[in-house]
C-alpha cells in the first residue's frame, strides 16, 4: 500500500483553564479555599485580599423551585414553606473537656510593681512527666535513674510498654551492661510512677496497677484485682453468673466490684497526648423565622477579594507590550473573582435544594430522614452528579441541630410494606432509640430489633441491623447486658 495524507474532521472536548480552576475550587472546602486564594494573592499583584469583594448574599426560603439555568451558572429561586407548629430546638449536651494541668507555673516581675504578662505554658508531656518524677526518686542511683529513663522512652501514647524486656535488652547496646534483672527493677520503680497504671504491658496488668495503687482497706478492692488479674475476659463477655461463682460473691457485691473496675483508667497515657482539634467553618446557615426555613451563605467564611485600583489604572494608562503580563494577571484575578461567586451560588442553590427535601429532619430529627440521593438534586438544579457531589463533600451547612456535613443528608434506603423507602439514616436513629430505651438486664438483640422495626412497616434483615449497629459503635446484645 502506498502511503496516503487524508484530511480528517473530529470534535473533542476540552476544558479551559478557568473551568479547571472553577472545578477545582468547588471541591475545596472553606479553609483549603481561603488558603488557596492566599497563594494566589501573593503571587498576583492585581488581586487583593479586602472587603470589598460582592459574594452572592440572597437568603433562601424554601418552598418551591424554580431552575432552568445550565451548569456552573447562578440559580435563583424563590422559596417559602409554612409551618403548622414550630419545635423548639434540641440542646445537645458537649463532651466535658479534662484540661490538662501543668505540674509548675513560673512568674516573672520586671519590678515589684509590674508583672509581666504571662504566656500560657505548653501542656507537659507524658515522657517529661515521667523523667520529672524519675529525677526526684530517692535511694536509686544514677544508672538506675537512666535505665528508668530508657523504659521511659519506650513506652506508648497510652502509656503501655510495648516490647517485652527481653526483646528490649537485645536491642540495647553491649557495652551499657544492662542485665534483664536491671530491666525489671527499672520496670517495677517505673510502675510506681503517677499516673497509676503507666509501664503496664498487658491490660490486665494496667488495671491491676491501678487497684494496687488504693489503699489496703478499700472496699473489694482485692476481688477486683483477683477478677482483673485471671477473669478479665469473662468480665469482658458479661457473664455474671460465672463471676460470682468465682468470687463467692452476691449480687451487690459483684455491683460493687463491676463499679470499681469500671473506673479505672485502661490508657493511662492518653490524658497527655496532644488532641487533634478539627476546626469546622460552616458553608451556609440553616434558620427558622416565623415558621418559615431560610437558607444563607456564611458571610464570615467567604473571601474578600478585590482587583488592585492602582494597578488597574497604570494598566489602562499603559498600552504598550510591557503591560501584557499584568494584563494577563488582571484576566487572571477577574475569572478568580467569578469562579468563587460561581462557587457560592452552587452551593447555596444545592444547599437549598437539600432543605426542601429534608424539612422533616430540621423539625423531628433523624428518624425523619427522607431517602435522598445525588441524581435527584441534580436533576432539580440542572446540574451533573458529579458537581453535586464536589459540592457536598467538605461543605458545611450550620442549623439548629447542630453542624453537618451536605453529604450527610444523602443515604440509601429500605423499602416500607406501604411500598415507600425509609432512609437508612433514620433506621440507624431507631435503633439508637431502642437500644437506649432497653432494658439493661435483658438488652434487644439483632433479631428482635428487627422484629420491633418489622411491625413498624420496616423490613430489615438482621444482617443489616448488625452493620447500621456496628457503625453507631454500639456493642452486641450480650455485651450491653449489665447486672
Known amino acids: 500500500m502506498k502511503p496516503t495524507l487524508q484530511l480528517k474532521l473530529s470534535q473533542q472536548l476540552k476544558l479551559t483553564p478557568q473551568l479547571q480552576q472553577s472545578i477545582r475550587l468547588l471541591q475545596l472546602s472553606t479553609l483549603e479555599l481561603n488558603q488557596e486564594i492566599e497563594r494566589i494573592a501573593q503571587e498576583n499583584p492585581l488581586l487583593e485580599l479586602g472587603e470589598d469583594w460582592n459574594a452572592p448574599t440572597t437568603d433562601y426560603s424554601p418552598q418551591s423551585e424554580t431552575v432552568n439555568s445550565p451548569e456552573f451558572e447562578n440559580v435563583s429561586s424563590d422559596m417559602t414553606v409554612s ?200 458553608d451556609v446557615i440553616v434558620t427558622k423565622n416565623n415558621g418559615i426555613w431560610s437558607v444563607h451563605l456564611n458571610i464570615d467564611a467567604l473571601p474578600k477579594l478585590s482587583i488592585n485600583q492602582l494597578y488597574a489604572n497604570i494598566l489602562r494608562q499603559t498600552g504598550n507590550n510591557s503591560a501584557s503580563m499584568l494584563a494577563n494577571q488582571l484576566n487572571e484575578a477577574k475569572w478568580l473573582i467569578k469562579n468563587i461567586q460561581q462557587r457560592s451560588s452552587t452551593i447555596l442553590n444545592v444547599a437549598n435544594a437539600i432543605v426542601v427535601r429534608q424539612q422533616q429532619f430540621f423539625e423531628h430529627g433523624e428518624v425523619a430522614m427522607r431517602p435522598l440521593v445525588l441524581r435527584e438534586i441534580a436533576e432539580a438544579l440542572n446540574l451533573h452528579e458529579s458537581t453535586v457531589s464536589r459540592v457536598t463533600t467538605q461543605k458545611f451547612m450550620h442549623t439548629p441541630r447542630g453542624i453537618f456535613e451536605l453529604k450527610y443528608f444523602f443515604g440509601s434506603h429500605v423499602t416500607t410494606d406501604s411500598g415507600g423507602a425509609c432512609s437508612a439514616t433514620a433506621i440507624r436513629a431507631l435503633i439508637k432509640q431502642l437500644i437506649q430505651k432497653e432494658n439493661s438486664k435483658k438488652p434487644l438483640s439483632d433479631n428482635k430489633i428487627a422484629d420491633i422495626l418489622e411491625q413498624q412497616g420496616i423490613v430489615v434483615a438482621r444482617r443489616t441491623i448488625a452493620k447500621y449497629r456496628e457503625s453507631l459503635q454500639i456493642p452486641a446484645a450480650n455485651l450491653r447486658k449489665s447486672f
Open 83 to 282: 409551618e403548622d407548629k414550630i419545635l423548639p430546638n434540641e440542646t445537645h449536651e458537649n463532651e466535658p473537656e479534662w484540661p490538662q494541668e501543668s505540674l509548675f507555673s513560673y512568674n516573672t516581675y520586671d519590678d515589684d510593681e509590674y508583672e509581666t504578662p504571662q504566656v500560657p505554658a505548653t501542656p507537659i508531656s507524658l515522657r517529661e512527666y515521667l523523667n520529672v518524677q524519675a529525677s526526684c526518686l530517692k535511694h536509686i542511683s544514677d544508672r538506675e535513674r537512666r535505665i528508668i529513663g530508657l523504659l521511659i522512652d519506650s513506652l506508648d501514647d497510652d502509656g503501655y510498654l510495648p516490647q517485652p524486656l527481653g526483646e528490649l535488652m537485645e536491642m540495647l547496646p553491649i557495652e551499657l551492661n544492662i542485665s534483664f534483672n536491671d530491666l525489671e527493677s527499672a520496670l517495677k520503680l517505673l510502675q510506681r510512677l503517677d499516673p497509676p497504671g503507666v509501664g503496664a504491658r498487658s491490660l490486665e496488668e494496667c488495671l491491676a496497677l491501678q487497684l494496687q495503687a488504693m489503699p489496703d482497706n478499700s472496699p473489694y478492692r482485692d476481688q477486683a484485682l483477683m477478677l482483673v488479674q485471671e477473669h478479665l475476659k469473662i468480665l469482658a463477655l458479661h457473664d455474671f453468673s460465672q463471676i460470682k461463682k468465682l468470687l463467692r460473691c452476691d449480687d451487690q457485691a459483684l455491683r460493687d466490684i463491676q463499679k470499681l473496675i469500671i473506673n479505672l483508667n485502661p490508657k493511662p497515657g492518653a490524658e497527655f497526648n496532644p488532641q487533634n482539634e478539627r476546626y469546622i467553618v460552616p
